[in-house]
């Protein structure tokens, strides 16, 4: 991608130079004697060998060039409107300068979690942050570590924008597990909320000793996590573990939901990264993480995103204990032996949680 980047650009130039020689050039001399078309011969050899060798060096420059120093001055401009609003969502402001509408700055002023689940969600999606709130999220001391909840939102858009704004200030005040910022809640925008996060965890909570971020349709194990991280062999510094992505190949197909034009990340492949529906990690690596983040141009795949700052920062994400830990699809039979043996896994349907959550408190043999 980065050679085509480069190709376009050459075509700009190129295209100009190649005009004259072929109007101007070559056709004039083609009647002239032998001497003169051995002479333009030479000449043409020499240029097709220049633009060779200008090629490869600028192929070369580009794979040696930081990522992050790639683009800005260096892209190609965009030669449209119409194609200007069709790359515009995929750019990712990530000014650093969002500021929170709603805080909870003294959670971790007296005592500090062990550790703190954090979920983004939409404001609108009430009914998850419920069921959450009745089921994993409800729990606050297991094996004797203090676990604490919070959500994560931008704001509200579009019609009824206001009305919901309202409603949510009100669920903060009845349950302040809500953190908000001031940037618009969507999609493309999900980066700048988990990079609030990092950035709210470092600043109001670095005394916690490791933060999950997961997604709100997942299913958690609490006790399964806690066990895993109070284990003396799980390191308590530049530690992150996930599901590792086992495809990192930047998607160029425009209907995928991964779609990533080519001019938002010239690289065909993309660093290690673990995927963003579930990844733990200890506290130390969120400052860190802030830090790279303004050496490593934003792009909107928060999980993508988070591999390239880890990949700057020298940090390796760690494999978990066990590869069944972290799952992503269910096996064919699910029941509860499924669920008492995962951290985190999907579910077919984000309704089956409390009932699912239900069946694994009541009594019997969990597998
Ligand atoms: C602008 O760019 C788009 C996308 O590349 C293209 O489909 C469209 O034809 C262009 N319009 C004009 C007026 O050049
Ligand atoms: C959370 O759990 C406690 C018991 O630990 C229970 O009393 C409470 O009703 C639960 N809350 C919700 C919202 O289910
Ligand atoms: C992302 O948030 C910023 C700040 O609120 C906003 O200007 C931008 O339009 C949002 N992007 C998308 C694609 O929603």
């Not at 999907?346 to 239900?358: F, G, P, T, Y």
């Amino acid at each position: 991608m980065l050679f085509h980047m480069e190709m376009q650009r050459l075509n700009v130039t190129g295209g100009d130079i190649s005009k004259e020689p072929s109007e101007s050039g070559i056709f004039r001399h083609v009647r002239f004697p032998r001497q003169r078309c051995l002479v333009v011969l030479v000449l043409l050899s020499v240029w097709v060998l220049m633009i060779f060798l200008v090629t490869n060096l600028v192929t070369l420059h580009t794979s040696l060039t930081p990522f992050w120093q790639l683009g800005g001055q260096g892209e190609t401009p965009y030669t449209n409107n119409s194609e200007r609003e069709f790359f515009s969502p995929y750019h990712v402001a990530y000014p650093q300068s969002y500021q929170f509408i709603l805080d909870e700055p003294d959670e971790c002023h007296d005592q500090s979690p062990f550790l703190l689940l954090m979920v983004p969600v939409a404001p609108g999606n009430l009914v998850a942050r419920e069921d959450i709130r009745r089921t994993w999220g409800n729990e606050s001391m297991v094996l004797g570590q203090a676990v604490r909840l919070f959500f994560l939102l931008g704001l509200p858009s579009g019609e009824g924008a206001e009305r919901l704004q309202e409603e949510v200030l009100l669920e903060s005040r009845q349950y302040h597990d809500l953190l908000q910022s001031d940037f618009k809640d969507s999609y493309f925008n999900l980066t700048i909320k988990t990079m609030v996060m990092l950035e709210w965890l470092a600043s109001r909570c670095s005394g916690a000793s490791f933060a999950m971020k997961i997604d709100s349709d997942m299913f958690l194990n609490v006790h399964n996590l806690v066990h895993m991280l109070i284990d003396p062999t799980t390191p308590k510094s530049n530690f992150i573990t996930g599901k590792f992505s086992l495809n990192n190949r930047a998607v160029r197909d425009r209907t995928s939901k991964w779609y990533i034009p080519a001019k938002v990340y010239p690289n065909s492949k993309f660093p290690p990264y673990l995927l963003g529906n579930g990844y733990v990690f200890s506290i130390d690596l969120t400052q860190k993480i802030v830090e790279a983040s303004k050496h490593v141009r934003a792009i909107f795949l928060e999980d993508v995103y988070l591999g390239m700052c880890l990949k700057h920062l020298r940090v390796v994400a760690s494999n978990p204990p066990s590869s069944t830990l972290f799952k992503l699809s269910m096996p064919y039979i699910h029941n509860r032996c499924h669920y008492s043996t995962v951290i985190t896994t999907e579910m077919d349907h984000v309704s089956d949680l409390l009932r699912v959550w239900q069946d694994l408190q009541s009594p019997g043999t969990s597998c």
